[in-house]
DNA sequence: TCACTCCTTAATGTCGACATTCGACAAGGA
DNA sequence: TCCTTGTCGAATGTCGACATTAAGGAGTGA
């Protein structure tokens, strides 16, 4: 019908609609391409100088990136990209662990033949393309294991602060996931999980979520 | 010295200062009291108007409301006092005890003998209030038993989860805590909660503050 | 009666300008 | 030298007005 069609064009094209969204992505950008560092000042009047707009929406992009915990707000000073500190950094990893530990072990028996066949297929994808050495493929496919993981969950509440915590890891930290590990410890690490979940042991899954997300949050400490 | 007197004077006097802060003290004292319940909406030239202030600070304190998960945003519609499934309730406080049950059996080690003295002292208070059918005083007491069980933690993300999830539950549901459970029961559950933590087992303190969130989620969900 | 279209209304989204406040630096005195 | 004080610049905080958009009702046709 043109009714489909017209309302699946227009979310193919009007994705980002009004400007506060437009400066989320942009800053996003800035932060993902390194032209924006921890420490520095995103200065309002500038930002929205660059962009051509007025400080109303570049404030409203603010307060959300403020809410995923991307930009830090310091009251009559400015807002500041976050310098985390290892233990900030192990404790926000830890965190994490802890809510898709729950998440994961919680929903275990929801997973069938064919996701565990997903999630195999998902952990050698992962330790391919680390042997290839091309680490944006071992994000990107790192992170439709983890979304699989998480996938079974519906209590809102815990995957928002999920959803939020891997956000702002993924836009600090992604630059440093392809080269944790070897290879072969990629592997190891995700086939830990799988095996944990197919052995439906509650107590064993959640901590070894946990240990997961510990692990590496203290590795990424330590660069 | 002039100096310390001069700071803790200010610190008492000057505490709400931006008006930002104003409104969003205003609307938590609208949800206390009742003048706004569930589903009504947050009309951004009324709360203006009412409080003799632009709609500058009104949006800025709608967006941390939102943070904290007091407001719903609808884009281009407007703000609304959430209403929530009993679902959502649950969901809600699922996550807070996964979170505190945690940060509990992370430091259960730190608490000292003045510690449990504490505690014991606090379930005594709120059996006795209860029991004087005090339920604002129940659920004072009730906060400090919470406050002083994470304390111990220094996770500040874990924290400042765990700190948006009470401010939500208490504003939306605080009426209701101390009508819940019969003196005895609120006793009996809290004391659960620091014979688990002088058992030092780990599961067990994880378990029992996991349950008794959930126990009370369930409980609030069905009412 | 029902469904569709148009229009009005009221709310949020954005703008440019002004007010206020923090932080740094320079000047002065113990 | 160190501490205090005053000034200045730059950034955020706030304002009132205008632009844009979503929701609901009036009106028309079958």
Redesign the interface.
């Known amino acids: 019908m043109s009714t489909f069609d017209k309302e699946s064009h227009e979310a193919m094209s009007i994705i980002k609609k ?1 400007y506060k969204d437009q400066v989320v992505d942009y800053v996003y950008q800035l932060l993902l391409s390194g032209d924006l560092s921890p420490g520095d000042q995103l200065k309002e009047s500038l930002l929205a100088e660059q962009m051509g707009i007025s400080r109303a929406p570049i ?2 992009a603010m ?2 990136l ?2 995923n915990g991307l930009v830090d707000y310091r ?1 009559q000073v400015g807002n500041f990209i976050p310098v985390l500190s290892p233990k ?1 950094i192990i ?2 990893y ?2 994490r662990g ?2 898709e530990g ?1 998440a994961v072990m919680e929903t275990c028996r929801q997973f069938s033949g064919e996701d565990f066949e997903k999630l195999d297929n998902l952990v050698d994808e992962m330790a391919r393309f680390a042997h290839m050495s091309n680490h944006k493929m071992v994000v990107q496919v790192g992170g439709e294991f983890h979304d699989l993981l998480i996938s079974k969950s519906n ?4 995957l928002e ?1 999920t959803d939020r ?1 891997s956000l702002k890891l993924h836009i600090l930290f992604y630059k440093h996931w392809g080269r944790l590990y070897s290879p072969e410890e990629i592997g190891a690490r995700h086939n830990k999980i799988v095996e944990s979940i197919k052995s439906q042991d509650l ?1 064993r899954i959640e901590k070894t979520v946990r240990e997961h997300y510990i692990e590496t949050g203290t590795k990424i400490a330590t660069l």
Do not use: A, H, W
């Open positions: 009004t404030r409203e307060k959300e403020i809410m009251p900030q404790d926000s830890t965190t802890v809510l729950f209590n809102g509440q815990l602060y915590l107590d």
